[in-house]
Structure formats: C-alpha cells, structure tokens
C-alpha cells in the first residue's frame, strides 16, 4: 500500500498491516481476509428527545476478526465516530488482543453523536435502543463490548440491563461495568496506568533516569488523567494536559492530585491555579522527554511531525499518529510505542474482568494490577526482542508478532 497523507483511518491502520504481512510472508488470500472486516452491522437509533422532537442518530458494531476468540472492543459516542473510523479501530483491537495474548479477537462500535448536548435520560434511551439493535450478534462468548470515548461504567451497566432483559442476569456481556455491578477492580485506571507502565519500560531501554522525566499528556479523559495521576505518583514531572477546553502548562510539573479536584469542580483543566494556558497544538510541540497523545486519532500527521520535540512518545490513545508522520518521526530518532502496545491495559483488564464475572469471583486491585503488569511486560519484552533481531520499529515488529498470531489461529481453524 502507498503511503500518503490524508489516508482514511482503516487505510492507516492497513498499511502497518500490510507491512507486517510482509514481513511475515503472508498469502494473497490471508492478506486478503486479514485485511478486511467480517461482519459490519449499521442501525438506526431513534430518539425521543425531552422537548418532543424524534432524532435519529446511526450506530455500527464492526466485527473484524475472531480467530483466537469472541470479539472484543469498546463503544465510542462522537462525532467522528463513522464507518472507516469504526471499522479502523476494529482492526486495531485484533492486533491489540493478540499482541497482549488475551483470547479475543477484534470489534467496535460506535455512534456519530456528541452526547455532551443530551441529557442522561436521552443517553440512557440510546444506550438502550442501540443495545436493543445489536443484540443478536453480541453475547457473552460471541461479542463483548466495553467503554470507549464518551462512555463509561454508567453506559456499561445501561448496556448490562437491557441486553439482561431478554437473556436473564449476564454481567460478563459488558466489561467496564460498575463494581457494584460485576465490575473489577482498577479497570477504570487500567488503560493509562498500563501507558505508565509501557513509558517506565521504554526510558529504561533508553538509558533515561525517570528523575526529572518530563511528560506531557494530551487528553484528561479517562486515559489520560489516570495517566496523568501514575505518573505524577511515581514522581515523574507532567507539565502540561488538556482537554476539549484546551491545554495547560507549567515547567516546574503540575500537581496533578489538585488538578484531579480542580477538574470535577469545574469539569475542565484550563484555568488551574499555577499554569499558563497553551493551545493542544502547541502541548504536542512541546520540548519534553514524553509525550502521550491520549485523546483522539490522527494529532500527529505530516503537518507538525518536523515539530514534535519528545524522546518518547507513547501512544495513548487509538492511531493518534499517521503512517507519513510515524515514517518521519522514525527517520528523526524519536521512538514510538505502538498503540496496540501501549494502551492495552484496558482490554487486559476487560478480560481479568470477564473472568471474573463467568467464575463469579473477583479478584482484589493488587492482585489485578500485578496480573496487568506482568501481561504488559511481557508483551513489551517479546515486542523489543522482535524489533530487535528484525531491525524494525516497535511498531512493525507489535503487528507483525499480532499477525502471525491471529494468521496462526485462522489457519488451525480451517478458514486460510
């Protein structure tokens, strides 16, 4: 595949494909069903809002691959939430879920809305009324969806309820859930603690002492402020987030417990005592030894890759970086962790998570964030080994040890 700019989200993420399925030899036929989506569900979610009027929005469920087991991946509500997009990180949970070694394939959803002008009621009603839709191709050992963008524990457990409806009590349907509900222990925390823990991993093999290692995180949701939160614990200096609000910065390391406080009282970052307001385009520029791109896709592209000062970027968020933008930033010595490396935490939980919901024991937080650890260093360890006897990125060496796995599956199945 050509690289370019401005290639759509699923042609980004299948030229990292495509370049693993060279390394790895693959068939015309297994890059061909590889490649592409198994299934692809579009509905329509009407909505009564609370003046009277009826909106209908669209929603997907986009199932990629099942090889090594059901499918997994998130629910995101946002605008941008459209077919290429959805079916983009689709594929992207395939490779994340092989890469970590977790028996799941990959899926996602979504809907094209911005739930920030709805009320909860509205949300709730289309949280139902999607679930409702989707329903006869997600279950408990065929698809399990979970939070992504926009959604949460509340949206998990509306989800949980409604498919309960007319399946009976089945908590392991959802991961992400309430722990009132079946939820487990530091999965709200675990896509950015497990971040932390693949940044920790990386300045180690780049000789960098964490003393004084500054780090700057775009996006205060929930990646990026459990992020934010770890690192700051562990004594690392984060000197700048944002939100949708905009960026904030100071030098000297942001306390970020405060900010934690700051941001439920006033629902934004901008405006904390003791920081200076910047724009989200200049938080990526900024001249600092990490940098985690934590919100949305596509921040990092051929327009400012020249301009992106980090030693270490961590990739927080789902192809926060453009394949033209990976190239350049590869050709300058700036090392990359892969997203389906970096942010796996979450979906390693998923699955601690809905282990625990069919044995019906939970495990406590130690135990849950040790198990998370090892999962995430080995994965790490396995990925630089590659790297390293194959001459490639961390990133070439992720999809293609994904590829091979998930082509390994498919093969012993009987379907390549």
């Known amino acids: 595949m050509e690289l370019r700019e401005n290639m759509d989200p699923f042609d980004a993420v299948n030229y990292f494909f495509f370049r693993a399925a060279e390394i790895n030899k693959l068939s015309d036929a297994a890059m061909g ?11 329509q979610i009407p909505v009564r809002r ?5 909106h209908v929005f669209v929603g997907y469920r986009i199932q990629h691959n099942a090889a090594r087991g059901p499918y997994k991946g998130g629910i995101r509500y946002h605008p941008s939430a459209v077919l290429d997009e959805v079916r983009a990180l689709a594929s ?3 490779w994340k879920t092989a890469i970590v070694d977790i028996p799941f394939g990959g899926a996602k959803g979504g809907i094209e809305v911005d739930p920030r002008q709805m009320s909860q009621s509205e949300i709730s009603q289309m949280t139902r009324r999607y679930t409702n839709q989707i329903s006869h191709i997600i279950g408990s050992h065929r698809d399990i969806p979970a939070p992504d963008v926009n959604t949460n524990a509340q949206t998990m457990a509306w989800m949980m309820d409604e498919y309960g409806k007319r399946h009976g009590h089945t908590p392991e349907i959802v991961t992400g859930k309430p722990i009132a509900l079946g939820g487990s222990y530091g999965r709200e925390a675990a896509t950015g603690r497990g971040c932390v ?20 995180i775009q996006g205060f949701g929930n990646v990026g402020s459990w992020a934010a939160s770890v ?3 562990l004594g690392y200096k984060v ?12 030098g000297a390391g942001i306390d970020v417990q405060k900010l934690l406080g700051f941001h439920a009282e006033t629902d934004s970052v901008v405006g904390f005592p003791g920081t200076e307001k910047i724009t989200n385009s ?9 940098l985690m791109p934590a919100a949305l896709g596509e921040v990092v592209t051929q327009a400012n890759a020249d301009r992106i000062r980090c030693k270490l970027l961590i990739e927080g968020a789902n192809h926060p970086v453009t394949p033209i933008a990976d190239k350049i930033l590869t050709d300058r010595g700036v090392k990359v962790v892969p997203d ?9 939980v998923s699955y601690f998570e809905w282990t625990q919901n069919i044995q019906q024991f939970r495990w406590d937080e130690e135990d849950v964030n040790t198990r998370l650890a090892n999962r995430l260093n080995s994965a790490h360890l396995v990925v630089n080994d590659f790297a390293d006897a194959n001459n490639c990125t961390l990133r070439e060496a992720a999809f293609a040890l994904a590829v091979q796995r998930v082509t390994e599956a498919a093969h012993l199945r009987g379907y390549l």
């Open 340 to 348: 389906i490396l970096a942010n796996a935490g979450g979906v390693i």
């Open 50 to 54: 609370d003046n009277g009027d009826l």
């Open 197 to 216: 823990i693949l940044m920790e991993n990386a300045l180690k093999e780049m000789g960098v002492a964490s003393d004084g290692v500054s780090v700057a």
């Open 239 to 250: 000197v700048s987030v944002s939100d949708v609000n905009g960026a904030i910065y100071n």
């Open 92 to 94: 992207l949970m395939t």
């Open 282 to 290: 200049e938080l990526i520029e900024l001249d600092v030894d990490v």
């Open 33 to 43: 069903v590889l490649s592409g989506t198994y299934r692809e569900l579009r509905v």
């Open 231 to 233: 690192a700051h614990a």
